[in-house]
């Protein structure tokens, strides 16, 4: 699933707000981003070249991303 770093880090900020324990920050979200990216890079990268990746658009609602989730997945099956 894709979407940017802003979503990500928003998305994360918004879910603080209502769980606990509260140990999502700015700077604690910038961390863990960087190190997602720095594995996943690499892996994304590998499995383009085998045409085995197929992205998801993460940007829209739940519904809108579940949706291109399930249609990507009967396309392998």
Do not use: W
Not at 31 to 42: N, T
Not at 61 to 72: G, I, M, N, S, Y
């Amino acid at each position: 699933m894709d979407c940017s770093a802003d979503t990500m880090t928003n998305r994360l900020l918004q879910r603080s707000r209502s769980s606990l324990p509260v140990d999502d920050t700015t700077k604690t979200i910038a961390k863990r981003l960087e190190a997602y990216y720095r594995a996943s890079i690499p892996v994304i990268a590998y499995y383009e070249t085998k045409t085995q990746l197929h992205k998801i658009n993460a940007e829209g609602t739940p519904e809108d991303v579940f949706l291109q989730l399930c249609t990507a997945i009967d396309s392998i099956f």
